[in-house]
């Protein structure tokens, strides 16, 4: 078992920055496992979106085009810590960013799917981004 807790969010001006955490606790063996990361969001009324997904062996990553340029996820294995870097947020930025991670590994056709993999969910962290 791996628990997700998310950390960072709060309310921010539209152009402002914002640094979400997401650290990954269990067992060793387990977290080792984890093969695909990654951060969704949801707004009131929305569905679930991928927002980016960092592969922990390759440190490849996957965005959504509505963040690329802005956002950038990485990982600190040393403290089991994946982050997300958002820039330039926008009001449309709003909502509930949530962590992900599962022992597959995940590609272009499944990194965004928060129904086809990711086994593990933190609670959520809330971004508000105002004009």
């Known amino acids: 078992q791996v628990q997700l807790v998310e950390s960072g969010g709060g309310s921010v001006q539209a152009g402002g920055s914002l640094r979400l955490s997401c650290a990954a606790s269990?067992?060793?063996?387990?977290?080792?496992?984890?093969?695909?990361m990654g951060w969704f969001r949801q707004a009131p009324g929305k569905e679930r979106e991928g927002v980016a997904a960092?592969?922990?062996?390759?440190?490849?990553?996957y965005y959504a085009d509505s963040v690329k340029g802005r956002f950038t996820i990485s990982q600190d294995n040393a403290k089991n810590t994946l982050y997300l870097q958002m820039n330039s947020l926008k009001p449309e930025d709003t909502a509930m960013y949530y962590c992900?991670?599962?022992?597959?590994?995940?590609?272009?056709?499944?990194?965004?799917?928060?129904?086809?993999?990711?086994?593990?969910w933190g609670q959520g962290t809330q971004v508000t981004v105002s004009e």
């Open positions: 960092i592969l922990t062996t390759t440190g490849f990553t």
């Open positions: 992900a991670a599962d022992p597959r590994s995940c590609g272009g056709s499944t990194w965004a799917d928060p129904g086809k993999i990711y086994q593990y």
């Open positions: 269990g067992h060793t063996y387990s977290i080792f496992s984890i093969l695909c």
